[in-house]
Nanobody, 119 residues
Framework: QVQLVESGGGLVQAGGSLRLSCAAS????????MGWYRQSPGKQRELVAA???????DYADSVKGRFTISRDNAENTVYLQMNSLKPEDTAVYYC?????????????WGQGTQVTVSS
């Protein structure tokens, strides 16, 4: 059973910073990619940032230049550093780990952590 445990959410003023952590119960290199998604009320879950097993990074246009995804291989942890936060960044943030086996994608999710940015 794969577990992804997020931490680091909270309430912050606009312009502030937060760092989210996602601790995996197994080696993060067992995933083809790991990433962060977010979902706010009435909206679909959207990709925020992802990092592949090879180290390639991808970001949503809305967070480019403000958010950085990174990983600590020894700790099996993925981070999301969020700077210059805006009220529109308010959402529940979910950690994702994806495996691809014989062409089939399998997604694993954390329980989510709330990020609230006040104006």
């Amino acid at each position: 059973q794969v577990q992804l445990v997020e931490s680091g959410g909270g309430l912050v003023q606009a312009g502030g910073s937060l760092r989210l952590s996602c601790a995996a119960s197994r080696n993060i290199f067992s995933f083809n990619s790991m990433g962060w998604y977010r979902q706010s009320p009435g909206k679909q879950r959207e990709l925020v940032a992802a990092i592949t097993i090879g180290g390639s990074r991808d970001y949503a246009d809305s967070v480019k230049g403000r958010f950085t995804i990174s990983r600590d291989n020894a700790e099996n942890t993925v981070y999301l550093q969020m700077n210059s936060l805006k009220p529109e960044d308010t959402a529940v943030y979910y950690c994702n780990g994806r495996t691809i086996v014989l062409g089939r994608k399998n997604d694993y999710w954390g329980q989510g952590t709330q990020v609230t940015v006040s104006s």
